[in-house]
């Protein structure tokens, strides 16, 4: 398998792709490092199979450039990129066994048959295809046939691997266990990755960082703790997962806390949750019921107006006396019979959580 050192530095700048009036990614500048694990997550529409296909060599930006390791590939058919690919729909020739699969790309690079054989029976260990080496893909289950395309994007170990919603079509389990698969080829490979999904927490577990699209834009890029616990914007604080959004009053700064009004409640955030704004944002788990009103900590009276038990965790519904819904998530063990649908309690969390917007 391949040293680190052959993994490239993609370099993006202004990148925009139209289609008639309808602009389908706009001005998108982005760094994708070498080695870097970097997933592109957005909605549905947001522009992410757009930007892979302009990074494959598939798609021609309307404008913009790109660089690899420097050398503008801007205008470079994709063959000669040669990039690994692995495609939602895994593509593979249904007459050839798994090994064929495998070997095609060497064989079309012309490789001789050792090498060949050397490379193909190296991946087919790596990604446990072993016992399956001589089926046809028609005879494997989905997350096999996944194996597979993955085994064959890697085998001629290209410098970046661009994977596009590889697992959308598996079920919860197999996508876990194909994600660590993926993590680990990733780490022992050192190849750079750029990965699709619009699956949030698939994006924040893969990852060393996340680029976020919205309508063709790109919203913020950075580690999956930097996007999920300082959002640049609403947007993204709302599509990495639940989360509740005050709109406050009388926002002033009282020596290092900043102070606000939410209903008839004083609230205080620390410097933690960046430049004060009128609007405060916390995430579910990050608040603590209570039964009597707990000192030192942001609090709002609440009535559980609903509980989802979710195994490790519990959701609750709440709702302030001036009508504010708020979600709220515990650890199943810490919660008990005091947090029952409609019973009053107390919903806190401490000044260093959460953030403005
Ligand atoms: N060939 C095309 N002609 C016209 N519009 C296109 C074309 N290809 C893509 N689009 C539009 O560009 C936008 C971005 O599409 P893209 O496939 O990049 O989205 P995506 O983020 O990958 O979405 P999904 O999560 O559904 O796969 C969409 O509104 C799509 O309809
Ligand atoms: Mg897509």
């Known amino acids: 398998m391949q040293t680190k050192n052959r993994a490239a530095e993609l370099d993006a700048r202004g990148i925009g792709k139209t289609y008639g009036d309808f602009h389908a990614l706009d001005d998108v500048s982005l760094t994708i490092g070498r080695g870097e694990f970097l997933t592109l997550l957005g909605p549905s529409g947001s522009g ?44 593979l020739f249904p007459h050839m066994s798994v090994e064929k699969n495998i070997a095609f790309p060497l064989q079309v690079q012309g490789r001789n048959a ?15 295809l072993r016992e399956h080496a001589t089926k046809r893909p028609a005879d494997l289950s989905g997350g096999q046939q996944q194996r597979v395309a993955l085994a064959r994007a890697l085998v001629f170990e290209p410098s970046v691997l661009l994977l596009d919603e590889p697992f959308s079509a598996l079920d919860k389990n197999l996508r876990g266990s194909m994600q660590e698969e993926v993590r680990r080829l990733h780490q022992e490979t050192g190849t750079t990755f750029v990965f699709v999904t619009h699956d949030q927490s698939e994006a924040l577990a893969l990852s060393t960082r996340v680029a976020i699209f919205n309508k063709g834009k790109l919203q913020q890029v950075d580690t999956p703790k930097a996007v999920y616990e300082h959002p640049a914007n609403r947007f993204v604080a709302e599509f990495l997962g639940d989360i509740n959004i005050f709109d406050l009053k009388d926002t002033k700064l009282s020596g290092a806390l900043a102070e606000c009004r939410f209903e008839d409640r004083v609230i205080r955030a620390s410097n933690a949750a960046g430049s004060p704004t009128n609007h405060f944002a916390i995430r579910p788990e990050h608040m603590v019921l209570s039964s009597a009103e707990p000192a030192d900590r942001n609090a709002l009276a609440a009535d559980i107006e ?41 919903a806190s969390w401490a000044p260093d959580q959460g953030f403005f917007l």
Request: no cysteine; hydrophobic share 40%.
């Open 306 to 346: 609903d509980v989802t038990y979710l195994g490790a965790a519990t959701r609750f519904a709440l709702k302030t006396p001036g009508g504010k819904g708020l979600t709220l998530e515990m650890p199943t063990r810490e919660t008990g019979p005091d947090f029952a649908r409609g019973k009053r309690v107390w």
């Open 48 to 91: 992410k199979t757009t930007f892979l296909m302009i990074l494959a060599g598939f798609v021609n930006a309307t404008s913009g450039s790109l660089t690899k390791d420097g050398t503008d590939i801007t205008h470079l058919p994709a063959e000669k990129r040669a990039f690994g690919m692995v495609f939602q729909g895994y593509a």
């Open 114 to 128: 050792q090498d060949i054989k050397k490379k193909v029976d190296n991946i087919v260990d790596r990604v446990g």
